[in-house]
């Protein structure tokens, strides 16, 4: 228990004195690069699962670095598996709204 304990604060420690990158727009990529077929599955997902509890967001009403969080938050709602949330990631991040 007291080496767990010791581990621990030194992960917390080693974490802590990292860095942290933060991406900008440009370099904010789809997870994914979609087959045609994916690309309508994912775009099928996003107009069924995410316009079923509420009103259809457009894809370029936010820039794809808006759409990560959204995304992570709205996934497990949508009950999309993780591949599902990728597409779905890759599918409005293709057709977001672009940083000026």
Known sequence: MKKAIIAGGLMLFIFSCSTRTQGTASTVKPV???????????????????????????????????????????APKAKLTDEEK????????TNAKKQN
């Open 32 to 74: 994914y690069k979609l087959t045609e077929q994916q690309f309508a599955t994912a775009k099928n997902l996003f107009e069924t699962r995410c316009g079923k509890c509420h009103d259809l967001p457009k894809p370029e009403d936010h820039t794809a670095e808006k759409w990560k969080p959204i995304m992570d938050q709205m």
């Open 86 to 93: 990728n597409w779905v990631l890759a599918y409005v991040s």
